[in-house]
């Protein structure tokens, strides 16, 4: 046998295939089936260069089989997704048009503020839409260290903002470390989890127990308890996708219920209890604490008012607070409609069907994981935006992702967007790491 033909005709097949990330696929591929093939025409008692022929013959003309390999391992790019960003953050301009309540006269300020930071986030899908995803699974640990010196550093130089030590300046823009680092650990669990069936020792069983409650003890301490829901919700749904073994993951369950009741009994309950007593309060009974509850009367009347159609910009909506970050679904509805509001809701789902979606399309373990966690961090916050604006829910700080105004939030919500259309753009020239069972 003579290795150069086989390696002359697998020259030649990838010399008509323009994505060079997929050489070494098609290579490993055509060699495997070269390989095969040899050893059948071998049995039959074909050696030399007989055999060579009857191998190549049967493979066919290369030049034709690279550019139908060409077809079908070449980037790809998610339109729909693309399509469906831009729309969302035009809509996050709608909130800025009218006087914001609380902000008299800054509404120019605003608008040139969420330009700035759409361009930014522009420039952020761009940049690691061309970038190798696979590259971050050895900075796991990296990741979740940043995070924790974030939080650090907030807790000693941050600013603090309605009572909370959580505001940082990053290149200028006033951002919210608890968002930053919910993206820092996604990324850490990514890798983590893409490798965990290697922690089989109850030693290392327990190190990522602690890595995975450290971070919420931190957001409680903030404190911040919708950035702990979207965490534990994130890397839970990361985990049930790990292809982790059946065994390990009953450990690590059981490891895992053990510390979430410990942290309830020694932390939550002691020292969250009044204020989940007197939230909840108000949430259920807003008439017996007009003080405590008035946000939740006004939202009632403000949803009761809408309409169809809405009330139009010209209307002047100040009983009603932060209508540009976190309430803004029940401004949108007041000044568009309750035919807006739904048809908004659909785009966001649809939004969100979409991301996760592409989890299943990528034979990548670390590419799905990025991808399952990614639509985890939209989501949560974007339900319960949605839930709480319609009074179903109580009201927490959290913002809709993309449309809510906050440049910190656009950018980040960017880079996993970004990170989730780089994951698709590479399904079909990367090697699979999924074993299909």
Known sequence: MTPNKFEDFLNKVTSRVRSK????????????????????????????EDMEEKVLKEMGNPYALGDNLNRIHKPKMDWLLIVMFVIIAGIGFLPLINEIPGFPGAGTH??????????????????IL????????????GFY?????????????????????????????????????????????????????????????????????VPIIIYMVVPSMMSALIYFICILTMFAFSSVQKQLALKMFLWNVIGGVL????????????????????????????DGGYIYIALKDVLSNAGWFGNGFESQLMTLPATHTDLVFPYLIYTLGWAFGIALCILLLMFIFRISANAFKTKDLFGRLIVIGGAALFIVPTLWNILMGLGIIPI???????????TSYLVIYSIVLGLVLNVYRRKDIIEPTIVVK
């Open 21 to 48: 990330e997929a050489h070494s696929m098609i290579r490993k591929e055509l060699n495997h089936h070269l390989q095969e093939l040899s050893k059948t025409y071998q049995n039959d008692g074909l050696t030399g």
């Open 396 to 406: 927490v700080g959290v913002p809709i992702p993309i449309i809510s105004y906050g």
């Open 263 to 290: 942290l309830l009994v020694t932390v939550v309950l002691p020292l969250f209890r009044n204020v989940f007593h007197s939230r909840l309060a108000y949430f259920l009974s807003p008439e017996s604490d007009p």
């Open 110 to 127: 605003f608008i040139h503020n969420k330009i700035i930071g759409n361009i930014l986030a522009i420039l952020v899908v761009i940049g």
């Open 145 to 213: 260290g940043l995070a924790i010196l974030l939080h650090l550093y907030t807790a000693f130089f941050g600013y603090n903002v309605n009572g909370t030590q959580r505001w940082i300046s990053v290149f200028g823009i006033f951002s919210d470390v608890t968002i930053i680092t919910l993206c820092l650990f996604f990324l850490a669990w990514a890798g983590l989890l893409r490798n965990i069936n290697k922690y089989d020792h109850w030693i290392k069983q327990l190190a990522l127990v602690f890595l995975f409650w």
């Open 130 to 141: 061309f970038f190798d995803y696979r590259k971050l699974n050895r900075y796991s640990f």
